[in-house]
């Protein structure tokens, strides 16, 4: 542990430094409550041993300044002082002390309170490991459990499934491509499923939703005063999944600055928190996923092709919906089952005309449009089979087997304006693809086949506003 001892008596003070670095602690000394203070604003302390009565006041200013806020890392504190009295150990415990020594204490005695403070502390920093990996746990607890929920029976998804079997038993490192909505994330829960590590935590990253000053933070962690609003140490994402896999979806989107470090961590299986030069040694396997061409954006420069070789290992490219429109009757089947269960609704089925009606649909969003079609048609429907009535297929209409690009008859209104009515439709479409992505403007984005800054661009000109 670091550790912070204040006392005015230098001798004493010097042999406890020399007992706890002889212990296998790290030691700094102050000998008055500015030194301590100063002390702790410039290093982090896992625990403090201070004298109550100092020259220039008390040992209880020094334990205020570092018990203040709610941190994990969260200094311990014996005070000790030869003046002991009922008051001042009462007022030391409820400010927080772990400890309350009389002088003079013997260093046995000072080393069995010092490792049950040690014990103490590490029981709590596991329970924040735990709490960490219960949150990750809970919040894919809704994704699919194993490569048999990859519902589908073609030739694309077969082959699909053979590969996740067989790499899932190695370390190696996986990139998984593919358009927005076919299933990348449930891929990839597969493999950690499939894998020794499927009682280890998977941990899944949104590249796309972290802001890139904050980005260091979530992967690696920080440590209390790494930056302006650092109250306390977080572990980052990498810790909290160690021995299990960390899922970087959109890793596209990792900055370009950041690359270098993530390579890092692949190449020496450690991490170093923000504000701290010590590195941890965390057990990850690292699965990416992205629907960008990763080749395309090396060659452009902004992404690294060390980087990429790493990622990409094994690549397992999974088809848009389009391409395997033969699986769509068991993926409905599937979805609805999850869904009548979700909502109470079971045994749902679809009528003949409606899957006919379905499949005839291109779904651009993939099999995340097909789940919230059906999810919408199944609540606004009352009965137990979905007719096509219950789906909003409007925009398109099926004429010989083919399906036609329609527009919707309050666009058709001359007395509109070609102008109103074309904006009219961008800002639907825009509004459609956000609600697609979940509000992520870069998807957003690759789902219109526009830049994102055209995107901000075009919002801007509609009055949409960042909410």
Known sequence: MKILVVDDNASLARGLKTFLVGEGHQAELAHTVKQGLEQLTACNFDLIITDLRLPDGEGLQIMEKARDGNSESMPDVILMTAFGSVESAVKAMQLGASDYLTKPVSLEEFSFRIKKIEQIRQLGMQNILLERRCETLSAVAG?????????GESPE?????????????????????????VGKEVAAKAIHNLSPRQNAPFVRVNCASIPETLF??????????????????????FEAADGGTVFLDEVGEVPISLQAKLLRVL???EITRLGSSKPVAVDVRIISATNRNLGEMVAAGQFREDLLYRLSVVNI??????QRNGDLPILCKTLLKRIGDELGRPKLELSSAALEALQKQEWPGNIRQLKNALERAVVMSDGRVLEPADFLLNAQTVEGGKSRDVVSDDLLNFDTGLNDALACLEKRMILAALAESGGIKSRAAEILKIPRTQLLYRMKKLGLGED
Request: overall charge negative; glycine content about 8%; hydrophobic content about 35%.
């Open 157 to 181: 998804i077969s082959e699909i499934k053979q590969m996740i079997t067989r790499v899932a038993a190695y370390p190696t490192t996986i990139l998984i491509t593919g358009e927005t909505g």
């Open 143 to 151: 994704l699919d459990q194993t490569v048999a929920d990859m519902a």
């Open 216 to 237: 260091e933070s979530e992967l690696f962690g920080h440590e209390k005063g790494a930056f302006t609003d650092a109250r306390q140490r977080r572990i980052g994402s």
């Open 317 to 322: 490219h999974l088809p848009p919906l389009r």
């Open 267 to 269: 190449q020496e299986k």
